[in-house]
Each structure stands twice: as structure tokens, then as C-alpha cells.
């Protein structure tokens, strides 16, 4: 009897709970418990299973998970959890080969031999009676989606690492020596990627029924396709000579030395493919941009989402993310950082630095907001917020609860949100920002992804909530497109311009240009990073696009900062009020202060080749720095 190497049926396939039932025609299950090869391959129900759970190790962006935060090692958030946290270590510069929380090599690979005994074995397969024409014809569309499942992985290696082995078929124990393979170079890991990508799109679909849902499509494809090659065209990986050095022992250098223009023209096709395959559109509600935007995270949204990780309806994002306290119930776990709001424009469309702006950091303000308070057709009475918080980006109002904010709890009132300290709360400042404690610190809490229609008081008579958690959406294709146009063109054209505005307009905003920097190819690419960081705040982007533009030294490297949530004993004396009173905590409250200092080397760009590996295969170079 053969035991299959790497699996048992628990890790092998997906557990049912974990599905929506509309897609169990083709995630169906089987038992948990050791199987062998020929139990997989000789049964039909055990390949779907096994099928299964390779689109179970797709990565998602929701930030919902204990440890797997990557939103707050970045200049979104602070996660003050504790430090046992995964972000600590990049934020602090305490991570390295042995210790990084985030490597992905040992899983990647053993995904991608997944997949390779997936497409060695699903001809073999025996099927049965009147299964025979079905599978006939599903069965060529099973091996495109591995195979695009297998690009997919490699891709998420190459964003860590660069240039790394690639392995096209599984490999027995007897033949060990044989894996001991060096790196391929970035160029041989984008061109397989792509080529993979560019082939499956021919074999698959464009688009499911409601039952198959979440599968991989021709758009899928190409979109991880024109991905892959943003990434390759970006300053990381197009003519870094940081990593000269970086070769292999019989002398290939790993990374290209020579900056490729052509490269970014390569990705601008990539994206203009998707986009005129016309599928997709942005999810639009007539006069709402606030929810507009919103519901693209908080409902099951399917127009512009691309290739989407299919999970089940829960509460648990609401838990983590609600503010503390009140009446939200949840948990607050992430202090959004000040350099995160103030990315957000005007809705003039001036950055809130520019003198024809507007901004003000003084003052206050009260008005009606359509939409505010997270239900459409719904308009909310803002009382007394900060001027900062006034005639901003629709987005930074469906992206995070300020001071003064509103939110509709259960779907049924619009309950305002109080962030600044109030010693003796007793639990109604909802952020409740005591002198210590686990619960936001920085005057921010997150509000995109939540849906209002949950309920965190009324656990079990809410509902839960329904959204998709997103891997690749149209912006993304519409924002790759203008980045690659103006770097080839060495400036914005009449396209690039248009593909940045698709986005802007769902979004309430004018159109680009509106100040003279736009026009040049050095204002325009700030516009269009900027847009990146506004339009995926929250979805795991921003970690590796700081990378790939090489800007972490910059913007992930030093202070961070919140508001004054957490003021002195002295500073509140010196209010002159009762230092429990909430009058004295909003008297301090607007006053930036420092969150945590942090660290990024310019060896952090890439990850560390695990040690394990470097120890295990001699073939193998470490990255720069490491």
C-alpha cells in the first residue's frame, strides 16, 4: 500500500464549514482521517476533495485572523494585541532567515507538488456509469484551474523572494538529490508564471453559474497575469543593482541589472486584455460613493471582483474590527495610523497638502452626510467633528471610524463613535483608550469591512454577515494600467489618465489633472501610489507595494502616529476640567503624537531565503543582506 507523502484528508481537503453551499457541487468532502494514494486517485469524489483544498490555500486580504495581520506591519495600523503579534517583528526590524513570519516557502512548495500529483493523476482517475461524459468534459478545465493555481503560488513567491526553483512535476523520496536545484532567475519566474496564466485563459471560461461561483475564469488568469508583470516592471525587480550580487553558483545573476522600459509595456497589455474582455464593472449606487465603495467588502459583490477567495458567512470580522465598547461589541484590534488618513484628498481632489485644498486641522463642524452611517438612502447628523474629517474622499468615510463618526448597528439606529479618552467611561468611550489595556490607542478604528446589518449585542438573532474576500478586483486592473502606461510613456497619456479617473469616479471624485504635477510623469506616478494606497487600504496591498516601489525606507522606516488618545495626567490638570470628564479628554484629544518608532533595513525590500532550506539545498543563494 502507498501512503501519500504530504497529506492526510484533513489537510488534503476542504472542510465543508468552511464553503457556501452554493459551491459544494464542486467542493464537496470526505471524511477526515489517513488515506493513500490510490484512495485519492482512484476515487473521483477524493480528486474534487483534493481540488478542493488547493483553492483552500488561495491567500485572501480580509485582516481577520489571530496572527496573520499584515495590514499592521505596514502605515495603515498599529496592532496592539500584544507582542506576540506577527507585525511586531517587521515593525521593529526583529525578523530575519530563521524567525519571519510571514515566509511562505515550505507551504508554497508543498502546494505546488499538490498541484503537480493533481495534474500527474486526474487522467487516471476512474469514472464511473453516466459520471464518464460530465467529467469528460469538466475534467480539461480541472487542470487549467491547477495549473493556474500552481502560477498563483509561484507568484507569491516571487513577490518575497524574486528568483526562486521551479518545479513542474512531484518528485519521490528515493529522488531528493534531485530537488537539490538552484533559483531560476526573476525573468525565467515571470515569463513561467505568465506563460502558465496565458495558456489556462484559452481553456477556461469566462464566467460561472451561481453553483460554481469562486472558480478560476479566463479573467482570473489574466489578471494574475498582468499582476505578475506590474510587479516584474516595478524598481524591486526591474534593474535593481542592490542585488548584483545575488547568483547562483555557476555565476547567473538572478536579478536583471539593466532597466527594461518595455517591461512596463508588457503590463499595460496585460491589463488592457482584462479590461476589454468586459465582464467587470464597478460596483456603483447612484449618488452614494460612500457606499459605493463600501459594499464592494461588506456584501457578496461579484461585478468587480476578478478571482475571490470564497468563504462562509460569519461575524467574525465585525468582532475583530468593531470598536470596543458601546454599543458595537467588538474587539478593536487595529489603531488605524494617521499617515493612513491623511493619504485621503480632499473631494475637491487636492491632497490635503496642497494650498488649494481646503483642510483644516482647527475647528469643528456639524452637517448631514448621505450614507455616513453605513445603510444607503440613509442620511446622518454629524455633530461637532474635527474639520479634519470635513469633505473628505468619499472613502476615507467607508474605511474608518473617526471621532464623531456613526455607524448603523444592526440596521436599525445610527449610533455615534467616541474614541477620545474619558477616565471614567466605564466602557462608553468605544474605543476606550485607557492608560492601559488592549483596545485603540491612535483616535482610529477600522471601519471597512463591516457590515451593518450586524448586530455584535445581539449575537445570536444577527445576522451574519455575506461578502467575498477579495484577490484581485477591477481597480487593481484599472490602476496597473495607468502605473504602466505613464512609466513607458515617461508621463501620462489621454488612457492612463482615463484608467485612474474609472477608479476616482466610483469613488465621488473629479477627474485627473487637477494640479500641474499631474501632467508629469513624476506628480502622476504620486497619484497613482496614492490611489493604490486609498482604493486597497486594508486589503494586505500596501505591504508589498511600498516593496516593489522601493519606498519602504521612506514610509515604514521611523514614527508613526495617532491622535492623543491616551493623554497625560499632566496634560489633562492642564485642561482646567475634571481630568475624568470627557470634556477634558477632547480638549487634548487633536494633537498628533507618536504611536511606535520603526524599522526598515534595506534588506526588508525581499525576504531571507529560509535558513532551513539554505542548510538543505546548497544550491541555493540568500537574498540581499540577510
Same mark, same amino acid.
Given at each position: 500500500?502507498?501512503?501519500?507523502?504530504?497529506?492526510?484528508?484533513?489537510?488534503?481537503?476542504?472542510?465543508?464549514?468552511?464553503?457556501?453551499?452554493?459551491?459544494?457541487?464542486?467542493?464537496?468532502?470526505?471524511?477526515?482521517?489517513? =488515506?493513500?494514494?490510490?484512495?485519492?486517485? &482512484?476515487?473521483?469524489?477524493?480528486?474534487?476533495?483534493?481540488?478542493?483544498?488547493?483553492?483552500?490555500?488561495?491567500?485572501?486580504?480580509?485582516?481577520?485572523?489571530?496572527?496573520?495581520?499584515?495590514?499592521?506591519?505596514?502605515?495603515?495600523?498599529?496592532?496592539?494585541?500584544?507582542?506576540?503579534?506577527?507585525?511586531?517583528?517587521? !515593525?521593529?526590524?526583529?525578523?530575519?532567515?530563521?524567525? $519571519?513570519? +510571514?515566509?511562505?516557502?515550505?507551504?508554497?512548495?508543498?502546494?505546488?507538488?499538490?498541484?503537480?500529483?493533481?495534474?500527474?493523476?486526474?487522467?487516471?482517475?476512474?469514472?464511473?456509469?453516466?459520471?464518464?461524459?460530465?467529467?469528460?468534459? =469538466?475534467?480539461?478545465?480541472?487542470?487549467?484551474?491547477?495549473?493556474?493555481?500552481?502560477?498563483?503560488?509561484?507568484?507569491?513567491?516571487?513577490?518575497?523572494?524574486?528568483?526562486?526553483?521551479?518545479?513542474?512535476?512531484?518528485?519521490?523520496?528515493?529522488? /531528493?538529490?534531485?530537488?537539490?536545484?538552484?533559483?531560476?532567475?526573476?525573468?525565467?519566474?515571470?515569463?513561467?508564471?505568465?506563460?502558465?496564466?496565458?495558456?489556462?485563459?484559452?481553456?477556461?471560461?469566462? #464566467?460561472?453559474?451561481?453553483?460554481?461561483?469562486?472558480?478560476?475564469?479566463?479573467?482570473?488568469?489574466?489578471?494574475?497575469?498582468?499582476?505578475?508583470?506590474?510587479?516584474?516592471?516595478?524598481?524591486?525587480?526591474?534593474?535593481?543593482?542592490? +542585488?548584483? $550580487?545575488?547568483?547562483?553558483?555557476?555565476?547567473?545573476?538572478?536579478?536583471?541589472?539593466?532597466?527594461?522600459?518595455?517591461?512596463?509595456?508588457?503590463?499595460?497589455?496585460?491589463?488592457?486584455?482584462?479590461?476589454?474582455?468586459?465582464?467587470?464593472?464597478?460596483?456603483?449606487?447612484?449618488?452614494?460613493?460612500?457606499?459605493?465603495?463600501?459594499? %464592494?467588502?461588506?456584501?457578496? !459583490?461579484?461585478?468587480?471582483?476578478?478571482?475571490?477567495?470564497?468563504?462562509?458567512?460569519?461575524?467574525?470580522?465585525?468582532?475583530?474590527?468593531?470598536?470596543? /465598547?458601546?454599543?458595537?461589541?467588538?474587539?478593536?484590534?487595529?489603531?488605524?495610523?494617521?499617515?493612513?488618513?491623511?493619504?485621503?484628498?480632499?473631494?475637491? &481632489?487636492?491632497?490635503?497638502?496642497?494650498?488649494?485644498?481646503?483642510?483644516?486641522?482647527?475647528?469643528?463642524?456639524?452637517?448631514?452626510? +448621505? #450614507?455616513?452611517? /453605513?445603510?444607503? &438612502?440613509?442620511?446622518?447628523?454629524?455633530?461637532?467633528?474635527?474639520?479634519?474629517?470635513?469633505?473628505?474622499?468619499?472613502?476615507?468615510?467607508?474605511?474608518?471610524?473617526?471621532?464623531?463618526?456613526?455607524?448603523?448597528?444592526?440596521?436599525?439606529?445610527?449610533?455615534?463613535?467616541?474614541?477620545?479618552?474619558?477616565?471614567? $467611561?466605564?466602557?462608553?468611550?468605544?474605543?476606550?483608550?485607557?492608560?492601559?489595556?488592549?483596545?485603540?490607542?491612535?483616535?482610529?478604528?477600522?471601519?471597512?469591512?463591516?457590515?451593518?446589518?450586524?448586530?455584535?449585542?445581539?449575537?445570536?438573532?444577527?445576522?451574519?454577515?455575506?461578502?467575498?474576500?477579495?484577490?484581485?478586483?477591477?481597480?487593481?486592473?484599472?490602476?496597473?494600467?495607468?502605473?504602466?502606461?505613464?512609466?513607458?510613456?515617461?508621463?501620462?497619456?489621454?488612457?492612463?489618465?482615463?484608467?485612474?479617473?474609472?477608479?476616482?469616479?466610483?469613488?465621488?471624485?473629479?477627474?485627473?489633472?487637477?494640479?500641474?504635477?499631474?501632467?508629469?510623469?513624476?506628480?502622476?506616478?504620486?497619484?497613482?501610489?496614492?490611489?493604490?494606497?486609498?482604493?486597497?487600504?486594508?486589503?494586505?496591498?500596501?505591504?508589498?507595494?511600498?516593496?516593489?516601489?522601493?519606498? &519602504?525606507?521612506?514610509?515604514?522606516?521611523?514614527? %508613526?502616529?495617532?491622535?492623543?488618545?491616551?493623554?497625560?495626567?499632566?496634560?489633562?490638570?492642564?485642561?482646567?476640567?475634571?481630568?475624568?470628564?470627557?470634556?477634558?479628554?477632547?480638549?487634548?484629544?487633536?494633537?498628533?503624537?507618536?504611536?511606535?518608532?520603526?524599522?526598515?533595513?534595506?534588506?526588508?525590500?525581499?525576504?531571507? =531565503?529560509?535558513?532551513?532550506?539554505?542548510?538543505?539545498?546548497?544550491?541555493?543563494?540568500?537574498?540581499? /543582506?540577510?
Amino acid at each position: 500500500m502507498k501512503r501519500i507523502q504530504l497529506y492526510t484528508i484533513a489537510s488534503l481537503f476542504l472542510v465543508s464549514g468552511l464553503v457556501l453551499s452554493s459551491c459544494k457541487k464542486f467542493l464537496d468532502v470526505v471524511p477526515s482521517e489517513l =488515506v493513500t494514494e490510490d484512495q485519492v486517485w &482512484g476515487n473521483i469524489n477524493n480528486a474534487n476533495g483534493a481540488l478542493a483544498n488547493l483553492y483552500a490555500m488561495m491567500a485572501g486580504c480580509l485582516p481577520d485572523g489571530w496572527t496573520d495581520d499584515i495590514t499592521a506591519a505596514t502605515d495603515e495600523s498599529f496592532h496592539h494585541w500584544g507582542a506576540g503579534f506577527y507585525p511586531l517583528y517587521y !515593525n521593529t526590524g526583529a525578523w530575519n532567515a530563521a524567525n $519571519n513570519p +510571514y515566509d511562505n516557502w515550505t507551504v508554497s512548495y508543498q502546494n505546488i507538488r499538490k498541484a503537480n500529483l493533481f495534474l500527474e493523476n486526474i487522467d487516471k482517475v476512474p469514472i464511473m456509469g453516466d459520471q464518464a461524459a460530465y467529467y469528460k468534459e =469538466v475534467i480539461p478545465r480541472y487542470k487549467a484551474e491547477v495549473r493556474f493555481l500552481r502560477a498563483y503560488f509561484y507568484f507569491n513567491l516571487f513577490k518575497r523572494y524574486g528568483g526562486v526553483p521551479i518545479i513542474t512535476r512531484s518528485y519521490k523520496p528515493a529522488e /531528493g538529490d534531485a530537488l537539490r536545484m538552484p533559483r531560476a532567475t526573476v525573468d525565467e519566474v515571470v515569463d513561467y508564471i505568465t506563460g502558465e496564466c496565458q495558456a489556462v485563459a484559452e481553456l477556461l471560461p469566462p #464566467g460561472y453559474d451561481n453553483a460554481n461561483m469562486g472558480r478560476i475564469t479566463k479573467g482570473a488568469a489574466l489578471a494574475l497575469a498582468c499582476r505578475t508583470l506590474t510587479y516584474a516592471a516595478s524598481p524591486l525587480f526591474n534593474g535593481n543593482t542592490r +542585488y548584483a $550580487n545575488i547568483k547562483n553558483g555557476d555565476g547567473t545573476v538572478l536579478f536583471n541589472q539593466a532597466y527594461d522600459k518595455n517591461k512596463w509595456q508588457k503590463a499595460a497589455a496585460a491589463a488592457k486584455s482584462v479590461l476589454n474582455l468586459n465582464l467587470y464593472s464597478l460596483n456603483k449606487i447612484p449618488g452614494d460613493p460612500i457606499n459605493s465603495y463600501a459594499q %464592494v467588502f461588506n456584501k457578496r !459583490n461579484w461585478s468587480e471582483l476578478i478571482l475571490t477567495k470564497v468563504i462562509a458567512n460569519s461575524k467574525s470580522i465585525e468582532n475583530e474590527l468593531l470598536p470596543y /465598547g458601546g454599543e458595537f461589541g467588538g474587539w478593536g484590534k487595529y489603531s488605524v495610523l494617521q499617515e493612513l488618513v491623511d493619504c485621503y484628498e480632499m473631494k475637491n &481632489g487636492f491632497p490635503i497638502t496642497h494650498s488649494g485644498s481646503g483642510y483644516q486641522e482647527t475647528g469643528f463642524w456639524s452637517g448631514d452626510m +448621505y #450614507g455616513g452611517g /453605513g445603510i444607503t &438612502g440613509q442620511t446622518v447628523r454629524l455633530e461637532n467633528i474635527s474639520n479634519m474629517y470635513k469633505d473628505r474622499d468619499p472613502r476615507f468615510y467607508a474605511t474608518i471610524f473617526f471621532q464623531g463618526s456613526k455607524w448603523a448597528v444592526g440596521n436599525t439606529n445610527n449610533t455615534p463613535v467616541w474614541l477620545a479618552w474619558w477616565g471614567s $467611561n466605564g466602557g462608553a468611550s468605544q474605543g476606550w483608550p485607557k492608560s492601559t489595556g488592549t483596545y485603540p490607542i491612535g483616535g482610529y478604528n477600522v471601519r471597512k469591512w463591516i457590515d451593518p446589518a450586524v448586530d455584535m449585542n445581539n449575537y445570536w438573532g444577527s445576522p451574519d454577515a455575506q461578502r467575498n474576500d477579495p484577490i484581485i478586483r477591477l481597480s487593481e486592473i484599472y490602476l496597473n494600467y495607468a502605473e504602466a502606461l505613464n512609466e513607458y510613456n515617461e508621463g501620462p497619456t489621454a488612457e492612463a489618465f482615463a484608467a485612474i479617473n474609472a477608479v476616482r469616479s466610483r469613488a465621488g471624485l473629479p477627474d485627473l489633472p487637477i494640479i500641474a504635477e499631474d501632467n508629469t510623469r513624476e506628480g502622476f506616478r504620486k497619484r497613482v501610489q496614492n490611489e493604490n494606497r486609498v482604493e486597497f487600504a486594508f486589503e494586505a496591498h500596501r505591504f508589498w507595494d511600498v516593496r516593489r516601489w522601493l519606498i &519602504g525606507e521612506q514610509v515604514d522606516n521611523g514614527a %508613526v502616529h495617532g491622535l492623543n488618545a491616551r493623554p497625560t495626567t499632566q496634560e489633562l490638570q492642564s485642561t482646567g476640567l475634571d481630568v475624568n470628564g470627557k470634556e477634558a479628554g477632547l480638549a487634548v484629544f487633536y494633537k498628533k503624537v507618536t504611536i511606535q518608532n520603526r524599522v526598515f533595513l534595506p534588506q526588508h525590500y525581499l525576504f531571507p =531565503v529560509p535558513q532551513s532550506e539554505l542548510d538543505r539545498n546548497k544550491e541555493l543563494v540568500q537574498n540581499f /543582506g540577510w
